[in-house]
Protein backbone atom coordinates (compact mmCIF):
# COMPACT_ATOMS: atom_id res chain seq x y z
CA UNK A 1 0.00 0.00 0.00
CA UNK A 2 1.25 3.39 -0.91
CA UNK A 3 1.16 5.99 1.79
CA UNK A 4 -0.29 9.71 -0.64
CA UNK A 5 0.87 12.73 1.05
CA UNK A 6 -1.04 16.25 1.13
CA UNK A 7 -0.39 18.17 -2.16
CA UNK A 8 0.57 14.79 -3.92
CA UNK A 9 -1.29 13.23 -6.68
CA UNK A 10 -1.37 9.43 -6.78
CA UNK A 11 -1.38 8.30 -10.55
CA UNK A 12 -1.18 5.16 -11.56
CA UNK A 13 -0.11 3.92 -15.22
CA UNK A 14 0.22 0.89 -16.78
CA UNK A 15 3.67 0.10 -15.95
CA UNK A 16 3.79 1.19 -12.11
CA UNK A 17 2.32 3.90 -9.90
CA UNK A 18 3.80 7.15 -9.98
CA UNK A 19 4.24 9.88 -7.30
CA UNK A 20 3.89 13.41 -8.60
CA UNK A 21 3.86 16.29 -6.08
CA UNK A 22 1.63 19.37 -7.11
CA UNK A 23 3.35 22.83 -7.54
CA UNK A 24 0.33 24.83 -8.34
CA UNK A 25 -3.70 23.65 -7.99
CA UNK A 26 -5.03 21.91 -10.75
CA UNK A 27 -8.31 23.88 -10.19
CA UNK A 28 -8.74 27.51 -9.44
CA UNK A 29 -10.70 27.95 -6.38
CA UNK A 30 -12.70 30.77 -5.80
CA UNK A 31 -13.84 31.81 -2.15
CA UNK A 32 -16.94 34.11 -1.39
CA UNK A 33 -16.52 34.81 2.18
CA UNK A 34 -20.00 35.05 3.32
CA UNK A 35 -20.84 35.23 6.77
CA UNK A 36 -24.11 33.19 8.73
CA UNK A 37 -25.56 36.83 9.46
CA UNK A 38 -25.13 37.76 5.72
CA UNK A 39 -26.52 34.64 5.09
CA UNK A 40 -29.71 34.82 7.38
CA UNK A 41 -30.23 38.78 5.92
CA UNK A 42 -29.80 37.02 2.41
CA UNK A 43 -32.80 34.29 3.73
CA UNK A 44 -35.20 36.74 5.49
CA UNK A 45 -35.39 39.19 2.57
CA UNK A 46 -35.95 36.00 0.17
CA UNK A 47 -38.61 35.11 1.87
CA UNK A 48 -40.17 38.36 2.27
CA UNK A 49 -40.05 39.00 -1.40
CA UNK A 50 -42.12 35.73 -1.71
CA UNK A 51 -44.60 36.48 0.65
CA UNK A 52 -45.13 39.80 -1.10
CA UNK A 53 -45.14 37.66 -4.40
CA UNK A 54 -47.91 35.50 -3.29
CA UNK A 55 -49.92 37.79 -1.49
CA UNK A 56 -50.04 39.92 -5.10
CA UNK A 57 -50.21 36.93 -7.63
CA UNK A 58 -52.97 34.79 -5.55
CA UNK A 59 -54.64 37.54 -3.36
CA UNK A 60 -57.94 35.03 -2.89
CA UNK A 61 -55.35 32.49 -1.17
CA UNK A 62 -55.23 32.48 2.87
CA UNK A 63 -58.09 32.73 4.69
CA UNK A 64 -60.63 35.56 4.50
CA UNK A 65 -61.87 35.78 7.91
CA UNK A 66 -60.54 37.43 11.16
CA UNK A 67 -60.82 33.96 13.02
CA UNK A 68 -59.31 31.80 10.24
CA UNK A 69 -56.55 34.46 9.76
CA UNK A 70 -55.56 34.50 13.40
CA UNK A 71 -55.79 30.80 13.67
CA UNK A 72 -53.48 30.47 10.59
CA UNK A 73 -50.96 32.97 12.07
CA UNK A 74 -50.89 31.14 15.37
CA UNK A 75 -50.33 27.61 13.78
CA UNK A 76 -47.49 29.58 11.67
CA UNK A 77 -46.30 30.41 15.45
CA UNK A 78 -45.78 26.33 15.61
CA UNK A 79 -44.00 26.36 12.45
CA UNK A 80 -40.39 27.70 14.15
CA UNK A 81 -40.51 24.69 17.02
CA UNK A 82 -41.06 22.67 14.25
CA UNK A 83 -38.02 23.64 12.42
CA UNK A 84 -35.87 23.51 15.25
CA UNK A 85 -36.71 19.66 15.83
CA UNK A 86 -35.58 18.84 12.10
CA UNK A 87 -32.31 20.88 12.58
CA UNK A 88 -30.42 18.09 14.39
CA UNK A 89 -32.06 15.39 11.91
CA UNK A 90 -30.54 17.82 8.91
CA UNK A 91 -27.43 18.40 10.28
CA UNK A 92 -26.57 14.95 10.24
CA UNK A 93 -26.83 15.00 6.51
CA UNK A 94 -23.91 15.25 4.45
CA UNK A 95 -24.57 19.33 3.26
CA UNK A 96 -26.75 19.88 6.48
CA UNK A 97 -25.27 22.99 7.40
CA UNK A 98 -26.15 24.31 4.11
CA UNK A 99 -29.52 22.53 4.03
CA UNK A 100 -30.44 24.43 7.03
CA UNK A 101 -29.34 27.73 6.25
CA UNK A 102 -30.53 27.43 2.62
CA UNK A 103 -33.84 25.40 3.15
CA UNK A 104 -35.03 25.29 5.98
CA UNK A 105 -34.51 28.96 7.29
CA UNK A 106 -35.88 30.40 4.43
CA UNK A 107 -38.99 28.31 4.47
CA UNK A 108 -39.88 29.07 8.40
CA UNK A 109 -39.38 32.73 7.64
CA UNK A 110 -41.51 32.57 4.40
CA UNK A 111 -44.56 31.26 6.64
CA UNK A 112 -44.20 33.35 9.38
CA UNK A 113 -44.58 36.60 6.90
CA UNK A 114 -47.48 34.68 4.72
CA UNK A 115 -49.27 34.23 7.96
CA UNK A 116 -48.36 37.74 9.17
CA UNK A 117 -49.60 39.27 6.30
CA UNK A 118 -52.86 37.33 5.91
CA UNK A 119 -53.70 38.41 9.90
CA UNK A 120 -52.65 42.20 8.85
CA UNK A 121 -55.17 41.75 5.75
CA UNK A 122 -57.98 40.36 7.43
CA UNK A 123 -58.16 43.31 9.90
CA UNK A 124 -58.05 45.77 7.21
CA UNK A 125 -61.21 43.64 5.93
CA UNK A 126 -63.18 44.46 8.97
CA UNK A 127 -63.75 48.31 7.67
CA UNK A 128 -64.43 51.09 10.26
CA UNK A 129 -63.45 54.34 10.10
CA UNK A 130 -59.59 54.89 8.62
CA UNK A 131 -59.08 57.67 10.94
CA UNK A 132 -59.41 61.35 10.94
CA UNK A 133 -62.70 62.65 12.16
CA UNK A 134 -66.40 62.47 10.88
CA UNK A 135 -67.29 65.81 9.03
CA UNK A 136 -70.12 67.72 9.94
CA UNK A 137 -72.57 69.40 7.98
CA UNK A 138 -73.31 73.11 7.73
CA UNK A 139 -76.27 73.37 9.77
CA UNK A 140 -75.16 70.72 12.70
CA UNK A 141 -74.01 73.48 14.62
CA UNK A 142 -76.83 76.06 14.36
CA UNK A 143 -79.49 76.68 16.92
CA UNK A 144 -82.88 76.67 15.46
Known sequence: MVRVQPGELFLS???RPKRVTRTQPA???VS???TVDSLLWLD???????AVWVLF???DLGPSSLAGSLICFLAAQVFPNL??????LVLRLPLGPILVLALLAPSVLFV???ASAWLIR???RLGGPRGGHPVRGRLANTRV
Open 27 to 29: VAT
Open 44 to 50: VVGAGLL
Open 32 to 34: LDM
Open 13 to 15: GPD
Open 57 to 59: RFP
Open 112 to 114: LLV
Open 83 to 88: GLLLVP
Open 122 to 124: ACL
